[in-house]
């Protein structure tokens, strides 16, 4: 399968589940009901934020609904010049969760933007015990995604794209070496008929 065919469907499936949740919530769910999921560390809180990730920049829309349009067709690009998944597969699939939880978040601020929604549906809060983890913010799955594919990004950076220029050092090398081998062969091979026709001027002359 195509690198670029895969990431793709990764883009869809994170829009598809993103999408999904947010459904779910907005029809089981009240404005404002807090449903405790595992206690001290997991709680749904139905809200809408009209800001940024994580419930900040409030009251922004207009503005967040450019910015996801713009980082859409840029993470777009990033994803289809990275689909090679035999050479970068974790910086391949991280541009991809990244791109799709940017779109999902794109399509509740331009919901609410047509006014067809009042804002990014989040439902998320984690606890260390009674203590919001985020700072008393709530997200969705979307931005969930986009942390996970940043993270990625830079493990990618660190542990994998900090070895390629050993990398093409090495390949420089072993080109290198080829090209002499290549190139004596092909002495070897331009001195042969030399040396034939040296003999046969040889048994000419004795003639």
Same mark, same amino acid.
């Given at each position: 399968?195509?690198?670029? @065919? ?5 883009? *869809? $499936? ?20 807090? $449903?405790? @999921? ?5 709680? %749904? ?8 990730? %994580? ?19 840029? *993470? ?18 991280? *541009? ?17 933007? @047509? ?12 606890? @260390?015990?009674? $203590? ?15 942390? $996970? ?44 008929? *030399? ?13």
């Amino acid at each position: 399968m195509s690198g670029l @065919i895969i990431s793709i469907i990764i883009v *869809l $499936v994170t829009i598809i589940i993103d999408f999904i949740s947010k459904i779910v919530v907005m029809n089981t769910m009240i404005l404002g009901q807090e $449903v405790t @999921i595992i206690p001290n560390l997991l709680k %749904f809180r139905f809200v809408y934020n009209t800001g940024a990730a %994580f419930s900040s920049m409030d009251d922004a829309t207009w503005l967040l609904c450019i910015i996801s349009l713009v980082a859409s067709i840029g *993470l777009g690009y990033l994803v289809y010049k990275y689909h090679d998944y035999k050479k970068r597969c974790l910086l391949s699939t991280a *541009l991809s969760l990244v791109m799709g939880g940017t779109i999902g978040n794109f399509i509740d601020r331009f919901l609410t933007v @047509i006014h067809s929604r009042n804002g990014v549906v989040d439902f998320i809060e984690l606890y @260390i015990g009674k $203590v919001n983890i985020i700072g008393n913010s709530t997200f969705n799955i979307a931005d969930a995604f986009l942390v $996970v594919g940043v993270i990625l990004i830079v493990i990618d950076l660190i542990f994998f794209d900090m070895k390629k220029p050993n990398v093409i050092r090495k390949e420089e090398k072993d080109e290198s070496i080829n090209s002499n081998e290549t190139e004596e062969v092909s002495n070897e091979t331009s001195n042969t008929p *030399l040396k034939e026709e040296t003999s046969d001027g040889e048994s000419n002359n004795s003639n």
